[in-house]
Structure formats: structure tokens, C-alpha cells
């Protein structure tokens, strides 16, 4: 006979301080719990109306957002249910940047529909096995809901129509503006093969003052400070890059030296300004007209690179020193001395620039082949604000990259899930047994996207729903009607029309990550939680503690 160990004995199991729970009312019911209110935070934050979050992090760094991936990457969340949202949108942000929302808030939706199926008494496995087979039957439905394709990736118009829908969901107001910054910029920097193409590419910079309107594109590369030296440009200059301090070479022990007389003292120093010399001049000779320096530059260094009419840089990033070697085509050196000519960059035009009050100093390439970088400096009144435009374009560039990869575009403003919505409906009413049950929950649960687009855009979500049920059923499987938050009579317009499309990769990653999370949180049953490890956190310092 095996040896059982009855329930009861579960604490004597583990060390003292273990929590555990199980069971449908105390693990799954508390997941779905705790998954929902994560959900409705980022939920009242999809769409074009969409509101801000006030978040403070833990750093004491304020930001005021209605981007899903900088909101849950700041909240500290620590349920461990609904960590798994928050990784599984992280995934969505990492793969293809942009609908990281839409995770979060459908597996959420999917999580309260099952409770529903719980409450009625369906075991969770029977509910998982209906949400697998409607997961994977929604899939095959979201490939043939295709509406229109990117033709060109060359053609300004054509990345228009993938990009505009994704910044206006962040941006609304703005979206044309910023539309044609990313894809002004993306085609900067397109290269022949699109598949090639580099997020990393397309840098930003944000300059405090004037407004969102006075934002350009610049083909290359923009550095926040001026160069160091007199010299405040150069046109078909060589450039150097070096990473080592430009400075007089320190040597690695104490060395003591005897000095007898203050001729000795002066001809010492005089070697040190004859050796400094000697390494500008085979500079100047080599035709380096600019150098770039990661570190200092010392008060000799910089008289002589006057004195060459050479002029100086200095980049204190590691990252941006790769980025400028790539526009430039140079090798970063981490000796001082003249560089090969194969080790020296070329750049057409480098010239300090002032943008509003702040001066900047610019790397342009005119060809339009030779960049390889190019920069979108934004204006703005407030360093929050700013930061909101640059998540905006990250998400436009990162679409179009995507695009790169698969051309296919849907109708959006909510079109595609209405659609999937009524066929995953019928499907379920062709499916016998307990799995019908579920199957319909899930095509419920995308009812969650138009309904949240009515909601934070004020209108009624019940009315608007029921016209868009209407005319789904008469399109039959076209189903290009979506919701619209503009001033229109019924809320409801055809997107296709509008030219509102969503990215079909991102959705379609979205749509597999949030049913794929959702079915992983309603299989756990129960939850062992050990004691966290260390003591008691000591107690924070109290200002004026030591006053009298």
C-alpha cells in the first residue's frame, strides 16, 4: 500500500514562514483576481484617448504616460500571476515593440471570462482545452483577415498607412506630424534589402523648448553639447576616433624624478609639449580635420588641435562612439597617435548648430547612401513630453521594422477583433460538448478592444457595440468596421477607408501571447511561496535625526 500524505500535513513539509494556497477559490479565482486589476490599470490607457499614468518609481523618477511598456516596466509588480502578464508583455515589447497593451489587456479579459465558466462549475481543464482550440482556430481567421499589404518599402505613402495608426494611439492629435518624421527618417536610412533594416538606425534627441512642431529629421548623427576647442565646423573632413583621453600619457607606477636645476625642470617639460606636439602634427598631416574622444582632453592637447585647426569632439557614450564609427566609417583607436587611412572616417558636413538656445554639434552625410544613421530631434516643452513623442516614434519605427518582415496589414480601430469576435462564434456553435462554453467566452473576450476604444473616448460602448455587431453580420466576412472616436454621427466607420490599419505581426504575436498566458495561469492549482530571504529591512534614515 503507498503511503499517503494526508492535506492536512502540507505545513510540515515545508520550513516555517512557506505560504501556500490551493485549490480553484483560493489559487486560480486569487491569479484571476490579481490579473484583472493589473489589466484594468493599462486598460484605461488603450487607444487614442486613452489617458496618462502618474507613475513614481522607485528611483523617485516621475513619469506621465499612456504607453503600456514603460508603465509596467515601472510599477513593481510582485503578485507572481501577474508577473506572467508583465513578462509576456515584455516579450511583445522586446519582439516587435509596439500593441504590448493589447497582451495585457486581452489575457486579462480572458482570465475574467473563464471565471465566469469556474463559477459555473466547468473544471479548469476543460475551459484550457476550449481556449486552446479557439486560440488556435483565432489564428487561422486573423491570416485571412488580411486588408491590404505594404507594397513599397521605398514609397513614403505605402510606410504611412502601417505607421500612422500606432503613433496615433499614443499621440492623437500629432499623429500626422510624427508619421512623417518616422518615415522620413526610416527611409533615411532604408537600406536596398528592407529585411536589413535597423532600428538602431534611427537615433533621438530631445531639446528642450519651443514646441512639438518645430521637430525635424537630420541625415546623421546630433550630439547634445559643442565641441571643446575654437574650431566649430568642418566640411570633407577625416575624422579620428579615439577612445583614450587626449592627454599627456601617464605612467602606470609612481616614478620620482631628480631634477637639479631649473634648466633640467625646463627642458623636462619642454619634452612633454615636443612629444604632445609631434602626435597633432602627424595628426594634422594625416588630413584629420576632426577628432572624437570618449574620455578628457587635456588643456595642452586642446592648444595644439587649435593651434592645427583641428576640432575636437567629445562623446561621452560608449554606444553613441559605435554608432558615430558606423556613420562615419571609422575605427575606434584606443591608442593616441596618427590612425591608418583605413582607420579614419569621412563625413561631409560637421558643424555646430544651435537649436533653440542649446548648441549642438551635427555629423551629416549628404549622399544619401553613405548615412547610415539618422537622427529625429524633437521639441517640446516639457522633458515628460518629449520622453511620450520618443516612445511614439519608437513604436512608428518599430512597426515599419516589422513590416519589413511581413507586409500584411489589418483593418484596425477594433475591425479585426469584431470580425474574429463573429467567426470564432460560429465556430463554437458547431463545437459539441463542454469546449463550446469556452470557445464562446474567448470570442467574448475580444469584444474587450472595441469596447475599451468607446469607453476612454467617452461615447457608449453598449450602442456603439450593437451597431458593430450589426454591421459585421451584413458585411458577412469583409468586416472592415471599426469604431470611430472623431466626431461622427454612430461611432462606428469603415477603418480600411480611414486608412486606420494595424501591423498583422504585432497583432498576431499579441493574440497568441495573451491566450498562451492566460491558458498558463489557469493551469496552476496551487501556490508555494517561501519566505523571502533576509531579515528585517533596516529602518530608513529620518531627516534631523541628530538636532538638539
Not at 499579441?510 to 495561469?521: E, N, P
Request: aromatic fraction near 4%; include cysteine.
Amino acid at each position: 500500500m503507498a503511503l499517503r500524505i494526508p492535506k492536512g500535513t502540507l505545513p510540515q513539509l515545508f520550513k516555517e514562514g512557506y505560504k501556500f494556497q490551493q485549490g480553484v477559490d483560493e489559487a486560480v479565482l486569487r491569479n484571476i483576481e490579481a490579473t484583472a486589476e493589473l489589466a484594468e490599470v493599462v486598460r484605461t490607457s488603450m487607444g487614442p484617448n486613452g489617458r496618462n499614468k502618474m507613475i513614481v518609481n522607485h528611483l523617485e523618477k516621475l513619469f506621465v504616460t499612456n504607453d503600456a511598456a514603460t508603465i509596467i516596466r515601472e510599477i513593481d509588480v510582485v503578485h507572481p500571476a501577474a508577473k506572467l502578464l508583465v513578462m509576456a508583455s515584455q516579450q511583445q515589447e522586446s519582439e516587435l515593440g509596439d500593441n504590448t497593451n493589447l497582451v495585457i489587456v486581452l489575457a486579462g479579459e480572458l482570465l475574467k471570462k473563464a471565471e465566469h465558466l469556474l463559477r459555473l462549475g466547468l473544471h479548469p481543464s476543460e475551459v484550457i482545452q476550449g481556449y486552446e482550440l479557439a486560440r488556435e482556430r483565432a489564428l487561422e481567421i486573423l491570416a485571412e483577415l488580411e486588408a491590404g499589404k505594404v507594397e513599397d518599402m521605398a514609397s513614403s505613402d505605402e510606410l504611412k498607412k502601417t505607421v500612422k495608426a500606432s503613433i496615433g494611439s499614443k499621440q492623437f492629435g500629432n499623429e500626422d506630424l510624427l508619421t512623417d518624421l518616422v518615415v522620413e527618417a526610416a527611409l533615411n536610412v532604408m537600406p536596398k534589402e528592407p529585411r536589413n533594416f535597423n532600428v538602431d538606425s534611427i537615433r533621438v534627441v530631445k531639446v528642450m523648448g519651443s514646441s512639438i512642431y518645430d521637430s525635424k529629421v537630420v541625415r546623421g548623427m546630433v550630439f547634445g553639447r559643442e565641441p571643446e576647442g575654437t574650431i566649430q565646423g568642418a566640411q570633407k573632413a577625416k575624422v579620428a576616433v579615439f577612445t583614450c583621453p587626449l592627454d599627456i600619457a601617464q605612467t602606470e607606477t609612481k616614478g620620482t624624478v631628480l631634477i637639479h636645476n631649473a634648466q633640467e625642470m625646463l627642458n623636462f617639460s619642454k619634452d612633454e609639449e615636443r612629444h604632445m606636439e609631434k602626435i597633432f602634427q602627424e595628426l594634422a598631416d594625416a588630413g584629420v580635420k576632426v577628432v572624437v574622444t570618449g574620455a578628457g582632453i587635456g588643456e595642452l592637447a586642446l592648444h595644439y588641435l587649435n593651434r592645427f585647426g583641428i576640432m575636437a569632439v567629445k562623446v561621452l557614450s560608449k554606444f553613441d562612439i559605435r554608432r558615430l564609427c558606423r556613420v562615419v566609417g571609422a575605427t575606434a583607436l584606443a591608442r593616441l597617435g596618427a590612425p591608418m587611412a583605413e582607420e579614419m572616417g569621412y563625413c561631409d558636413v560637421v558643424e555646430t548648430v544651435e537649436i533653440g538656445s542649446d548648441r549642438v554639434t551635427v555629423f551629416r552625410q549628404e549622399e544619401k547612401d553613405k548615412s547610415r544613421t539618422t537622427t529625429v530631434v524633437i521639441r517640446g516643452a516639457t522633458q515628460n513630453h518629449m520622453d511620450d513623442i520618443e516612445r511614439a516614434i519608437d513604436d512608428g519605427v518599430n512597426v515599419i521594422k516589422a513590416a519589413t518582415k511581413d507586409n500584411r496589414l489589418l483593418a484596425g480601430a477594433g475591425a479585426v477583433e469584431m470580425q474574429l469576435n463573429k467567426r470564432l462564434q460560429a465556430v463554437a456553435s458547431k463545437t459539441p460538448g463542454l469546449n463550446q462554453h469556452a470557445i464562446k467566452k474567448f470570442a467574448e473576450a475580444l469584444e474587450v478592444v472595441p469596447r475599451t476604444l468607446c469607453e476612454n473616448a467617452g461615447m457608449d460602448a453598449t450602442a456603439v457595440l450593437s451597431r458593430l455587431y450589426a454591421a459585421h453580420y451584413q458585411e458577412g466576412d469583409v468586416g472592415h468596421t471599426g469604431v470611430d472616436v472623431e466626431e461622427n454621427s454612430d461611432g462606428t466607420a469603415d477603418a480600411v477607408k480611414a486608412g486606420i490599419y494595424d501591423s498583422f505581426p504585432a497583432k498576431y504575436n499579441a493574440l497568441k501571447l495573451a491566450a498562451d498566458t492566460a491558458i498558463t495561469v489557469l493551469r496552476v492549482d496551487q501556490i508555494i511561496m517561501s519566505k523571502p530571504a533576509g531579515g528585517p529591512k533596516p529602518p530608513k534614515q529620518q531627516g534631523h535625526w541628530d538636532d538638539d
